[in-house]
């Protein structure tokens, strides 16, 4: 089909006289299309009018969209059950003129932020190799929505601990903190109720953005847009900076992280045609300055040390002095260290284990000279309390202990009952002569015992039975 621009061509050639023949020669068109151009006499594309395949079966296809939940494919299947001869793209091509089944397209803006406005924050789940294996992590982002300075790390969790812990170091890195807010998406690691504007966040964090003179914002439900800045950088990191590395422990990951974005950051950007670092330079002096003294962010726990001297905590154990074993102490977990204080003068510090990896952590001023240690007995709880009460039936004790095919404990339990509970002669006397044939299934000496006990201590007289 001629544009309006071909047609105005043709008509104005042929009004300066030039023929049908060289009009169709130097515009490549056919004699026959310049004539019926000539004809209409109009540089209008004529409307296209031509019937949809669709068009009869509009009122079935909006019951179907319904009942079909939005899915089009069924609408056709069903179409074609009910004897429809519509093909699947015309369906959608029908669909699409018409606005059936779809969301108008919006356009989405664009955004302008003065120097040290606005900081974004946002998480998101990635996988890394650590430590040989594959596992997933949660990276943390901040980003100054003027200079588009980046700045990340990597936790196993995300929590309101690790959420405080990370921004304090992005403002650290940035060299000071946005004057009017720190914009993220309605998570509740910072919001306490509410959504976008309505947002509320928790107490903890509405007093932590204070300390550093800024305030928490949550973008409208649905608008991820306006948290723009901060979501493109997480396709560079997994694409670029976790793609072909591997770390062997949390430290040397986040330390590279740390080491990329210096790198990136002055990286001349195609889609803003500058250098994040050369914009931080005007963008800095704007930054609120940061306090004079920044306080260490943590969590407070409270623990009982248990009997072998450790205090347990994320699923790790840390070892204490053995004095202190039975007492209550406090916990204080920070970034890299674990702080465990019995009292004002007893203080214990241990390096912290990023997450629960089932260790144990014994420094060495914990551990007991060699031969002073406590002792372990090889006995049971259950075997020495028999030997003490009836030690006549050591060997019977040990020969049980290798023949039973019950659980050991149980066995001994069952017998210390036995110990506790009938005479020590019956007892004895049956035992002895379980013994001497090699009998150690525990129930048959019960009944063994029960006889002794019921022919020795429970005879009638005769005389008694008379009267």
């Keep these: 089909m001629l544009s309006q621009a071909q047609r105005s061509a043709i008509l104005e050639l042929n009004a300066k006289g030039v023929s049908k023949r060289e009009i169709a020669r130097v515009l490549k068109l056919s004699r026959l299309t310049i004539r019926k151009v000539l004809r209409s006499n109009s540089s209008q594309v004529p409307p296209l009018s031509r019937p949809e395949k669709a068009e009869p079966y509009r009122q079935q296809i909006l019951e179907l969209l319904t009942n079909c939940k939005g899915n089009l494919v069924r609408v056709?299947?069903?179409?074609?059950?009910?004897?429809?001869t519509l093909s699947y793209q015309a369906l959608t091509a029908f669909c699409r003129r018409h606005g059936i089944g779809q969301l108008p397209t919006v356009a989405a803006g664009h955004y302008h932020f003065q120097p040290g406005e606005e900081?974004?924050?946002?998480?998101?789940?990635?996988?890394?190799?650590l430590g040989g294996k594959r596992r997933k992590v949660q990276t943390a982002s901040a980003v100054l929505c003027y200079s588009r300075m980046l700045f990340f790390q990597l936790y196993p969790t995300f929590q309101r601990f690790d959420c405080k812990v990370f921004l304090t170091e992005a403002l650290r890195y940035f060299g000071g903190a946005p004057v009017q807010r720190v914009m993220i998406d309605n998570t509740h690691v910072v919001v306490l109720r509410g959504t976008g504007s309505q947002m509320v966040p928790v107490a903890e964090m509405a007093a932590f953005a204070e300390r550093f003179g800024f305030r928490f914002q949550a973008h409208e439900r649905g608008?991820?847009?306006?948290?723009?800045?901060?979501?493109?950088?997480?396709?560079?990191?997994?694409h670029n900076f976790l793609a072909g590395r591997t770390f062997a422990s949390w430290e040397e990951l986040n330390q590279q992280a740390r080491q990329w974005c210096d790198r990136v950051n002055a990286t001349y950007k195609k889609h803003i045609r500058a250098v994040p670092r050369e914009l931080f330079v005007l963008e800095q002096s704007h930054l609120r300055p940061l306090p004079a003294w920044i306080p260490e962010v943590y969590r407070l726990?409270?623990?009982?040390v248990d009997v072998?001297?450790?205090?347990?905590?994320?699923c790790n154990r840390y070892s204490v002095p053995v004095s202190w074993i039975g007492r209550r102490v406090e916990v204080r977990e920070s970034k890299d260290k674990v702080e465990i204080q019995l009292d004002a003068r007893n203080l214990v510090t241990h390096r912290r284990i990023a997450e629960a990896e089932h260790q144990r952590v014994m420094l060495p001023q914990h551990r007991a000279p060699w031969g002073q240690g406590a002792r372990r007995s090889d006995l049971h709880v259950e075997q020495e309390a028999i030997l003490k009460a009836v030690p006549e039936i050591a060997d019977y004790v040990t020969a049980l202990t290798k023949h039973s095919r019950k659980l050991v404990v149980l066995v001994l339990r069952q017998l210390l009952r036995f110990v506790r509970e009938?005479?020590?002669g019956p007892l004895l006397a049956a035992v002895r002569e379980a013994a001497r044939y090699g009998l150690y299934d525990l129930d048959r000496v019960e009944r063994m015992i029960l006889r002794q006990v019921a022919r020795d201590y429970f005879l009638l007289n005769n005389d008694d039975e008379g009267e």
Aim: no cysteine.
């Design 308 to 314: 072998d001297g450790y205090v347990a905590l994320h």
């Design 422 to 424: 009938y005479p020590r």
């Design 301 to 304: 726990h409270e623990r009982t």
């Design 76 to 84: 056709q299947e069903e179409l074609a059950a009910q004897g429809a």
């Design 119 to 129: 900081l974004q924050h946002d998480t998101s789940p990635h996988e890394v190799v």
């Design 223 to 238: 608008d991820a847009n306006r948290s723009g800045r901060v979501e493109r950088p997480f396709h560079f990191i997994e």
